[in-house]
C-alpha cells in the first residue's frame, strides 16, 4: 500500500478506480491513517504526482479531519461518546448476542462469510432505536407521540415530515448520551413547531433548559460514511 507524507505525519493511501469520481482525483480521509484516493476507471493516472500537486489542499484537509469528532476512526467506534476498540470475534454458532461491550471493547460475533460491517450496522441501529423509543416515551404527554419513527441512512442526525413522520440517523447511539437526547427531542418538538421561530426555542427550553449548549456541543460529530464503515472488514483480517 502507497504511503503519503500530510503535516509530517506519514499516511496509507488505498488507490481505487471508481465509475463515480469524476475527470480528477477525489479524496478523502477514513480514518487519521489513512486516505482514499477514487479515480475514473476509464483513465490511467499517476497518483503519487497528483498527491503532491494538491499537497496543499490534502494538508488542509487533514487539518480539518482531525478537528472533527468521528464516530469511528480506524478499529474505534464510539459508544455513548466513549471510544471503544472494536474486535472481531469468529465464531461457529450464532450466539444469543452478535455485539457485546465491555471494558473499553466492542466484540462482534461473526459467523463465516458475514460481513462485519453489517453486523456493526444493525447492532448501532437497534441501539439507536431503543434510545430513540425511551425519549420519545419520556415525553409522549408534554409532546404526544410521532406517527412513525425510522431509524435509517440520513446525512443529518434528524428530521421530520408535514405529515408526522420522524426520520432519525442509524448512528445517533454513537453519540454521548445527552447530545443523542438533544437530537431526538429536536425532532419531537419541531412535531408541533416546523420552524425555528420564538414557539420552537420557547418549548426546547422548557424541556431541556441546556439545549443550546448540547446543540454546539454536537456540532464537531461527524457520522460514519459509506467508505469508512466498509473499513471493518479489513479489521478482520488484521487480526
Known amino acids: 500500500m502507497t504511503t503519503f507524507t500530510v503535516d509530517g505525519?506519514?499516511?496509507r493511501v488505498s488507490v481505487q478506480p471508481s465509475q463515480r469520481a469524476r475527470k480528477t482525483l477525489e479524496v478523502k480521509f477514513i480514518s487519521s491513517d489513512e486516505l482514499v484516493v477514487k479515480y475514473p476507471y476509464n483513465k490511467e493516472v499517476n497518483v503519487e504526482s497528483l498527491l503532491e500537486k494538491h499537497r496543499a489542499s490534502i494538508e488542509r484537509s487533514y487539518k480539518q479531519y482531525l478537528s472533527q469528532k468521528r464516530i469511528l476512526d480506524g478499529d474505534v467506534l464510539l459508544v455513548g461518546g466513549v471510544p471503544h476498540k472494536i474486535v472481531l470475534n469468529n465464531i461457529g454458532e450464532p450466539p444469543v448476542e452478535r455485539a457485546l461491550v465491555h471494558d473499553g471493547t466492542?466484540?462482534?460475533?461473526?459467523?463465516g462469510t458475514e460481513d462485519p460491517a453489517i453486523?456493526?450496522?444493525d447492532w448501532v441501529k437497534g441501539q439507536t432505536r431503543k434510545l430513540v423509543d425511551d425519549v420519545?416515551?419520556?415525553?409522549?404527554?408534554?409532546?404526544g407521540g410521532p406517527s412513525r419513527i425510522f431509524v435509517t441512512e440520513t446525512a443529518r442526525w434528524g428530521y421530520c415530515r408535514k405529515n408526522g413522520e420522524v426520520i432519525i440517523n442509524w448512528q445517533l447511539t454513537c453519540l454521548p448520551t445527552r447530545l443523542a437526547e438533544f437530537a431526538i427531542l429536536h425532532e419531537l418538538v419541531h412535531l408541533q413547531e416546523l420552524n425555528h421561530q420564538n414557539k420552537f426555542h420557547t418549548r426546547m427550553k422548557k424541556l431541556m433548559p441546556d439545549y443550546l449548549k448540547r446543540e454546539s456541543e454536537l456540532r464537531p460529530y461527524q457520522t460514519i460514511?459509506?467508505?469508512?464503515?466498509?473499513?471493518?472488514n479489513r479489521t478482520r483480517t488484521e487480526q
Not at 466492542?106 to 459467523?111: F, Y
Not at 420519545?136 to 409532546?143: C, N, P, S, V, Y
Not at 460514511?225 to 471493518?232: G, K, M, P
Open 9 to 11: 505525519k506519514q499516511v
Open 106 to 111: 466492542l466484540t462482534i460475533n461473526v459467523r
Open 119 to 121: 453486523l456493526l450496522r
Open 136 to 143: 420519545t416515551e419520556k415525553h409522549r404527554g408534554e409532546l
Open 225 to 232: 460514511d459509506h467508505d469508512t464503515l466498509n473499513t471493518i
